[in-house]
């Protein structure tokens, strides 16, 4: 994460020594933690993947001492489990996510992954990738010693009505978030992405742990949520857009989260009638 960052910190600086605005250094930032969000998602899949196959591997030694006692079929299944384990951690293809210190292969970041507790890969959101994301979608834009820290002071949004936690309550609060992150494994998921993307967002607006970018923030976790499943979704910025986040927001406040689900799911309908229409737009292919 720190080289992706540096190379991010020198693109702004270049922009900014270029005249640009805050405007286009926030649309570029924007771009970016859009990008990451993908690196960040399959490492989360990867560690829960990961948790499968430890769990796997602590069964195998018990199934050796009762094998004669499971039924032919279930041992059949089981065994193919571990044969399935077996090529994973022979697996020679590179390693596709970007790494300071690659491993030398899928095979091997397999091995590395089955000797952490079984804890860190069943929960592996952490509050570091969080503070990766503001520090991209932040960059050039707030304080560099601001960003990616949580915030020391109170704050608030315009509503008074409207209580934030203590700065001093953020941090845990934090870990406590990550360790409740919904299961990044396509394969695996049984809740409505959209609706738990609008819960994870809305979560963490909730916390507010930074004095700036928690709104941005926010919805880059919904699209990490939503991630495997749909095209990044991105609410409409217009004044009309505005009002009804706002809104959507509000209404979460007061325990009903559908709104903002919704918002989730008219954006998607959107983005898909725009790639329909781009399909039927284009040239038919030549003889």
């Known amino acids: 994460m720190n080289k992706i960052l540096r190379f991010h910190r020198n693109a702004v600086v270049r922009m900014k020594q270029g005249g640009a605005s805050t405007d286009e250094i926030g649309a570029y930032n924007l771009a970016r933690a859009h990008h990451a969000i993908s690196w960040v998602g399959s490492e989360l899949a990867t560690r829960q993947s990961a948790s499968l196959a430890q769990a796997l591997r602590k069964c195998q030694s018990l ?68 503070h990766f994301l503001h520090r991209l979608v932040l960059m050039g834009i707030m304080p560099s010693e601001k960003c990616g820290r949580f915030r020391k002071t109170a704050v608030h949004v315009g509503n008074f009505d409207l209580y934030f936690p203590a700065p001093s309550a953020v941090p845990q609060m934090m870990r406590e978030y990550c360790r409740k992150f919904p299961t990044i494994l396509p394969g695996t998921v049984k ?44 609410l409409k910025a217009d004044k009309k857009g505005r009002h009804r986040y706002r809104q959507a927001l509000q209404r979460a406040d007061r325990g009903s989260i559908e709104p903002l689900a919704s918002l989730i799911s008219m954006s998607l309908l959107e983005i898909y009638g725009r790639l329909i229409r781009s399909v039927g737009s284009s040239p038919a292919p030549g003889p």
């Open 63 to 130: 199934i050796a001492g009762i094998r004669t006692k499971v039924p032919t079929e279930a041992l059949s299944k089981i065994e193919g489990g571990f044969a399935l384990v077996d090529r994973l951690e022979a697996d020679d293809s590179s390693v596709a996510v970007p790494m300071t210190a690659p491993p030398k292969n899928q095979g091997h970041l397999l091995t590395q992954l089955l000797k952490l507790d079984s804890e860190n890969l069943l929960h592996p959101m952490r509050c570091s990738y969080v």
């Open 191 to 234: 809740y409505d992405p959209i609706v738990e993307a609008a819960k994870a967002s809305h979560r963490f607006v909730s916390v507010h742990p930074y004095e700036d970018g928690n709104g941005r923030v926010s919805r880059l976790i919904m699209n990490l949520v939503l991630w495997g499943h749909f095209p990044p979704v991105y």
